[in-house]
């Protein structure tokens, strides 16, 4: 079993699998010529040396498709599998038309098995010709041998191939319906995978906006700290707050206000880089997340977002109406900790509030501020 697994998991595991069929038909046909054990029909050595040589052509072939190098040759790498499977199919039918009876029904078994495994990798519709090219070939193999040596035949010849006709018969109802299951299987695994990565984009995402929630924002915000710490990059934190809100949806109803929140947000997603991002921190508060930004890069984009916000439609009713963003701007400094980072943040954004909003403020170094701490205890925001 463990060689099974590390066959399974080596990249070459097509080659090793035919390189080990071919090696295992070549001895079972050196054993059959060594002793004698062929029956004596005219087509039965030719038969053996082209599967042996058909086999040699279907393993360098896998050889390339290992090596991603069939597609230079024209080959599909799906295809050379197929092949194989195949070929070792036909092998062991058509070999067994040509040995002693207990080696014969081992063959046969081994081909009716070989159907039942492919049925775990193939579509139903694949199943029914692989079986029915076997059965031709069965059916080709009796008919030359008893056009050609009819007495070499054993008379027990065509009720073999009708026993094996019923038996391949039956053996493709129950890989046909292996395949259906395992189509079926493979679907919903999808469908359930997709969901998954549904669900798990809407925990990470506001249901309003669309933007990542506070949960997700600390989550990024830690990879970035981490990051930050190791002198991989920097970053800088843009903390917003919608000004006099309140006003909006007290006027215009929560559904307007819910729609302003949204423009907010496009034009937010507008203004930032592919590698930066936004989320909304609560309420009408959000938070830019820009990398490798400076305080003074961070500043313009704010200043950006600012007069876009200016310039949103609140209510048709009321074309004249504005609504400002208020912002706070701090830079990470290491070690310092995500709080201390909103902290600044948001306490750069309260100057603007206080300064009159519809501004942009930059917070106090990280080190200034562990020197003066804030004497104030305002809460965040404020309308």
């Not at 080659?15 to 046909?29: E, I, K, P, Q």
């Not at 359930?192 to 915000?221: F, I, K, P, V, W």
């Not at 302003?260 to 034009?267: N, Q, R, Y």
């Not at 930059?362 to 309308?383: D, H, I, K, W, Y």
Request: net charge neutral; aromatic share 8%; hydrophobic share 55%.
């Amino acid at each position: 079993m463990s060689l099974f697994v590390t066959l399974s998991r080596t990249p070459m595991r097509r080659t090793l699998v035919a390189a080990a069929t071919m090696g295992g038909y070549a001895l079972l046909a050196a054993v059959l010529f060594r002793q004698g054990m062929l029956l004596p029909s005219v087509p039965a050595a030719g038969l053996v040396f082209s599967l042996l040589g058909l086999g040699a052509a279907l393993l360098a072939a896998a050889v390339l498709a290992d090596l991603n190098l069939s597609e230079r040759w024209g080959i599909q790498s799906h295809a050379v599998t197929t092949l194989l499977v195949v070929w070792g199919l036909l092998a062991a039918v058509m070999t067994a038309f040509f040995v002693p009876w207990p080696l014969q029904a081992l063959l046969l078994l081994a081909s009716l098995l070989g159907l039942c495994g492919a049925a775990l990798h193939y579509r139903r519709q694949i199943i029914y010709r692989m079986a029915l090219l076997v059965w031709l070939a069965s059916g080709a193999l009796w008919l030359t041998g008893w056009y050609l040596a009819p007495a070499a035949l054993p008379h027990e010849a065509a009720l073999i191939l009708a026993l094996f006709t019923v038996s391949l018969a039956a053996t493709v109802v129950v890989a046909g319906e292996v395949a259906s299951l395992r189509t079926a299987l493979s679907r919903r695994t999808r469908d359930l995978e997709e969901a998954m990565e549904m669900l798990s984009e809407a925990a990470m995402r506001d249901e309003l906006t669309g933007l990542y929630n506070r949960r997700q924002l600390m989550e990024q915000l830690k990879r970035h700290k981490a990051l930050a710490d190791r002198g991989s990059l920097t970053f800088s934190l843009c903390f917003l707050d919608l000004d006099h809100f309140k006003d909006v949806n007290d006027r215009f109803g929560h559904s307007c206000g819910d729609d302003v929140l949204k423009a907010f947000a496009e034009v937010a997603m507008r203004v930032i880089r592919e590698e930066d991002f936004a989320a909304r921190f609560g309420g009408e508060e959000f938070v830019l997340v820009l990398v490798n930004a400076s305080p003074q890069v961070a500043l313009s984009v704010a200043e950006r977002l600012r007069r876009q916000t200016q310039m949103l439609l609140v209510h048709p009713s009321a074309p004249d109406y504005m609504i400002t963003v208020s912002a706070g701007i701090a830079e990470y400094t290491a070690p310092e900790s995500l709080d201390a980072l909103l902290a600044r943040a948001d306490m750069a954004m309260y100057e603007a509030k206080q300064a009159g909003r519809n501004q942009v403020r930059l917070a106090q170094s990280s080190v200034a501020v562990r020197a003066t701490p804030a004497s104030n205890g305002a809460e965040p925001g404020g309308g």
